[in-house]
């Protein structure tokens, strides 16, 4: 039954949203996630729990919401990578508002955000150790532009999520700068027109 509901969410089918949801409730923490590994990336990328949180971001359901929003506040600099883009990429799907504010919390967090590398010196001191295959920098950056992103397309919250990802426009690695730019240019309505 979850393995129905969750392919039928996937493709933008709320039949088993009350399943997924129940499946969700069910886990009291965190299960092990996954940290974003620059080299030797084997096995999944996402936990259980994060791909049911990603299932009920393409049913698209509001009710889907506030359980999302309950893993969310268990979030912190800390919390494997997978987690935080699980939450970020199911809420920017839903586009609800009421996201916004817990998102901008989550970023206000210690070790949350100011990880753009908008000079050499920035880049520098933040990828020590590791150099250019510096992997804790890049999945700094990774978290912070995901939640940012999904900030800025659930409303915004006082223009933080605008704020960063016009940090990460003029920030020194491309692919980090043109994500950014475009997803601005598409504005906050970008993730429900796909």
Same mark, same amino acid.
């Given at each position: 039954?979850?393995?129905?509901?969750?392919?039928?969410?996937?493709? +933008?089918? #709320?039949?088993?949203? #009350?399943?997924?949801?129940?499946?969700?409730?069910?886990?009291?923490?965190?299960?092990?996630?996954?940290?974003?590994?620059?080299?030797?990336?084997? +096995?999944?990328?996402?936990?259980?729990?994060?791909?049911?949180?990603? $299932?009920?971001?393409? $049913?698209?359901?509001?009710?889907?919401?506030?359980?999302?929003?309950?893993?969310?506040?268990?979030?912190?600099?800390?919390?494997?990578?997978?987690?935080?883009?699980?939450?970020?990429?199911?809420?920017?799907?839903?586009?609800?508002?009421?996201?916004? #504010?817990?998102?901008?919390?989550?970023?206000?967090?210690?070790?949350?955000?100011?990880? $753009?590398?908008?000079?050499?010196?920035?880049?520098?001191?933040?990828?020590?150790?590791?150099?250019?295959?510096?992997?804790?920098?890049?999945?700094?950056?990774?978290?912070?532009?995901?939640?940012?992103?999904?900030?800025?397309?659930?409303?915004?919250?006082? +223009?933080?999520?605008?704020?960063?990802?016009?940090?990460?426009?003029?920030?020194?690695?491309?692919?980090?700068?043109?994500?950014? $730019?475009?997803?601005?240019? #598409?504005?906050?309505?970008?993730?429900?027109?796909?």
């Amino acid at each position: 039954k979850l393995t129905y509901a969750r392919t039928l969410a996937v493709l +933008g089918d #709320e039949t088993g949203l #009350e399943t997924l949801l129940a499946k969700v409730r069910s886990y009291e923490q965190w299960d092990e996630g996954w940290n974003y590994r620059g080299m030797g990336q084997f +096995g999944a990328a996402l936990s259980e729990l994060d791909n049911l949180l990603v $299932a009920l971001g393409h $049913a698209g359901n509001k009710k889907a919401v506030p359980v999302v929003l309950d893993k969310l506040r268990q979030l912190d600099a800390q919390i494997a990578f997978s987690h935080h883009r699980a939450v970020g990429l199911a809420l920017e799907l839903i586009g609800d508002g009421s996201a916004a #504010e817990p998102l901008a919390e989550l970023l206000n967090k210690p070790g949350m955000a100011g990880y $753009a590398h908008a000079d050499v010196q920035t880049a520098i001191a933040q990828g020590v150790p590791g150099g250019t295959n510096a992997e804790q920098t890049r999945r700094e950056s990774l978290r912070e532009l995901m939640l940012a992103r999904a900030l800025y397309r659930c409303g915004d919250r006082e +223009g933080l999520g605008e704020k960063i990802l016009r940090e990460y426009t003029q920030d020194l690695r491309g692919h980090l700068a043109r994500h950014a $730019a475009a997803v601005l240019a #598409e504005g906050q309505a970008g993730a429900a027109k796909k």
